[in-house]
């Protein structure tokens, strides 16, 4: 067929109008029979398939594989909790790959090259770049919540205090440590990507200072390793449909579609800012620095959509960094600027941060100052470097925040029943936002060589 487009677009009208129908029999708005929808949904899915059967691509199939797991959500909500597995393991093995593949990459990078001039000035670039666009973030969320006052009204449940999760404060201190490595393997383990990028830099310019016959070797190992990692990505990127599909279902069918009542306006504010954040600040970055905005967009859904189903960055770091790689960003540049994203430059973190926390002070009743507002998002701004890999360790970090300016924690539970779909959002903007920064640096460098391809 030579649109299969219009199949896909046709499968997922009737994928949608029958899921807006099932959502509004849920809430008992209207009565239309069950078997209807189930059979709507299947056509939807069914028409789907055979459109993914004609594109025969791995994105096309996890995208796919997400529509799957709604429905699988939906019908078999009990079932889907026994799917969330498949995702952990795919998880688990994409996070075995971070430590290896960044420094080898990294060393590579550095060492490969020996330009220490060009590393010291694309990490300066770097960080005037992911300070000026987080800071940005910071703004648009603090406007958002203000705006749309969705914490305003709300019913504190009584019973919150049973669980309570631990909420130590971050200190400068504390914050400064975190950067510089004390164990590489326990840094490893750990998962502490800013750590493993810090060890792998000064390794790399140790590396680039000795002589020629010591310092051949390791970039010889560094370069091989680079490239087995790239290849283990490659067969665990296998496994990413099966692990988006039940990560989708699990969510489904855990939080069920009526999640999205109770909190639709928070939810709305927080997708509302991030599309406006993607719009009114990355978008004119791109065009500023002539990015191709079809290449980049095509290169970068299948890292974005990994991210947004399984709500963490640190899942669609190698594929993200191949794609970059594809898109004509010079391999030095994407192993230098997109670990350090990870840590400095969470665009869609930052910006949930400073919502969430507004939207608890709403939720408690509590008038915040704009002098009080600024201090807690420019604190946000120094706790939430290095949590971009961790599924909701943000929300570790907002308790923390919370307790430093002496806010209660009773309403972050109010959040934690839709927070897997706010993750998904947040998570997807840095991985957008870390992509855009890379090409945006070898712009700056002038060493960027668009691709005759997407990648």
Same mark, same amino acid.
């Given at each position: 067929?030579?649109k299969?487009?219009?199949i896909?677009?046709?499968a997922?009208?009737?994928?949608?109008?029958?899921?807006?129908?099932?959502?509004?029999?849920?809430?008992g708005t209207?009565?239309?029979?069950?078997r209807l929808l189930t059979?709507m949904r299947?056509?939807?899915?069914?028409?789907?398939l055979?459109?993914g059967?004609?594109?025969?691509n791995l994105t096309?199939?996890i995208?796919i594989s997400m529509v799957?797991?709604?429905?699988?959500g939906?019908?078999?909500?009990?079932?889907?909790?026994?799917?969330?597995?498949?995702?952990?393991i795919?998880l688990?093995?994409i996070?075995?790959?971070?430590?290896?593949?960044?420094f080898?990459t990294l060393v590579?990078?550095i060492?490969?090259h020996?330009?220490i001039?060009?590393?010291?000035r694309m990490g300066w670039?770097?960080?005037?770049?992911?300070?000026?666009v987080?800071?940005?973030?910071?703004?648009?969320?603090?406007?958002?919540?203000n705006?749309?006052k969705?914490g305003?009204?709300?019913?504190?449940?009584?019973?919150?205090?049973s669980?309570?999760?631990?909420a130590?404060?971050?200190t400068l201190?504390?914050v400064?440590?975190?950067?510089?490595?004390e164990?590489?393997a326990?840094?490893?383990?750990?998962?502490?990507?800013?750590e493993i990028v810090?060890f *792998?830099? /000064?390794f790399g310019?140790?590396? %680039? +200072?000795?002589?020629e016959?010591?310092?051949r070797p390791?970039?010889? !190992? $560094?370069?091989s390793?680079?490239?087995v990692m790239?290849?283990?990505?490659?067969?665990?990127m296998y496994l990413a449909?099966?692990?988006?599909g039940c990560?989708?279902?699990y969510?489904?069918?855990h939080m069920?579609?009526?999640?999205l009542?109770n909190l639709?306006?928070?939810?709305?504010?927080?997708?509302?800012?991030?599309?406006?954040?993607?719009?009114?600040?990355?978008?004119?970055v791109a065009?500023?620095f002539k990015?191709p905005?079809?290449k980049?967009?095509?290169a970068?859904i299948?890292?974005?959509?990994?991210?947004?189903?399984?709500?963490s960055?640190? *899942?669609? /770091?190698?594929?993200?960094?191949? %794609? +970059?790689?594809?898109l004509?960003v010079p391999r030095?540049i994407?192993a !230098? $600027?997109?670990p350090?994203?990870?840590?400095?430059?969470?665009d869609?973190?930052?910006?949930?941060?400073s919502l969430?926390?507004i939207?608890?002070?709403?939720?408690a009743g509590i008038e915040?100052?704009i002098?009080t507002?600024?201090?807690?998002?420019?604190?946000l701004?120094?706790?939430?470097?290095g949590?971009?890999?961790?599924?909701?360790?943000?929300l570790v970090?907002?308790l923390?925040?919370?307790a430093?300016?002496g806010?209660?924690?009773?309403p972050?539970?109010?959040?934690?029943g839709i927070?897997?779909?706010m993750?998904?959002?947040?998570t997807?903007?840095?991985v957008i936002g870390?992509?855009l920064?890379?090409?945006?640096i070898?712009?700056w460098?002038g060493e960027?060589?668009?691709s005759t391809?997407?990648?």
């Amino acid at each position: 067929m030579r649109k299969p487009w219009i199949i896909a677009v046709f499968a997922a009208v009737i994928f949608i109008v029958a899921l807006l129908f099932s959502f509004l029999a849920n809430n008992g708005t209207i009565s239309p029979p069950e078997r209807l929808l189930t059979t709507m949904r299947c056509m939807g899915i069914g028409a789907l398939l055979y459109y993914g059967w004609l594109k025969k691509n791995l994105t096309t199939t996890i995208l796919i594989s997400m529509v799957v797991g709604v429905e699988v959500g939906i019908d078999f909500p009990e079932f889907s909790q026994n799917l969330k597995i498949f995702s952990q393991i795919f998880l688990r093995l994409i996070k075995s790959i971070i430590a290896p593949l960044l420094f080898g990459t990294l060393v590579y990078g550095i060492a490969g090259h020996s330009n220490i001039k060009q590393v010291g000035r694309m990490g300066w670039k770097s960080l005037l770049y992911f300070e000026v666009v987080t800071t940005i973030a910071l703004f648009i969320g603090l406007a958002a919540i203000n705006l749309s006052k969705a914490g305003v009204g709300i019913q504190l449940p009584t019973s919150t205090n049973s669980e309570v999760l631990p909420a130590n404060k971050q200190t400068l201190t504390d914050v400064i440590l975190h950067i510089f490595p004390e164990n590489i393997a326990k840094s490893i383990y750990d998962g502490a990507v800013l750590e493993i990028v810090i060890f *792998s830099i /000064l390794f790399g310019v140790a590396t %680039a +200072m000795i002589s020629e016959n010591h310092r051949r070797p390791i970039i010889l !190992f $560094v370069e091989s390793l680079s490239e087995v990692m790239f290849k283990f990505t490659s067969l665990i990127m296998y496994l990413a449909p099966m692990a988006v599909g039940c990560a989708i279902a699990y969510t489904v069918g855990h939080m069920g579609l009526g999640i999205l009542v109770n909190l639709l306006k928070l939810l709305l504010t927080l997708y509302a800012a991030l599309i406006f954040f993607i719009l009114a600040v990355l978008l004119p970055v791109a065009l500023a620095f002539k990015v191709p905005i079809k290449k980049f967009v095509q290169a970068i859904i299948e890292p974005v959509s990994i991210a947004f189903a399984t709500t963490s960055s640190e *899942s669609a /770091l190698p594929k993200a960094m191949k %794609a +970059m790689e594809h898109l004509g960003v010079p391999r030095k540049i994407v192993a !230098f $600027v997109m670990p350090m994203g990870y840590s400095f430059n969470l665009d869609g973190t930052t910006l949930y941060l400073s919502l969430a926390s507004i939207f608890v002070a709403q939720a408690a009743g509590i008038e915040l100052s704009i002098t009080t507002q600024l201090t807690i998002v420019f604190t946000l701004m120094l706790t939430s470097k290095g949590v971009a890999g961790v599924p909701r360790a943000s929300l570790v970090i907002l308790l923390g925040t919370l307790a430093s300016f002496g806010l209660p924690v009773e309403p972050v539970f109010i959040i934690l029943g839709i927070d897997e779909l706010m993750d998904m959002a947040r998570t997807s903007v840095n991985v957008i936002g870390n992509c855009l920064a890379t090409v945006v640096i070898a712009r700056w460098e002038g060493e960027f060589h668009e691709s005759t391809t997407a990648g």
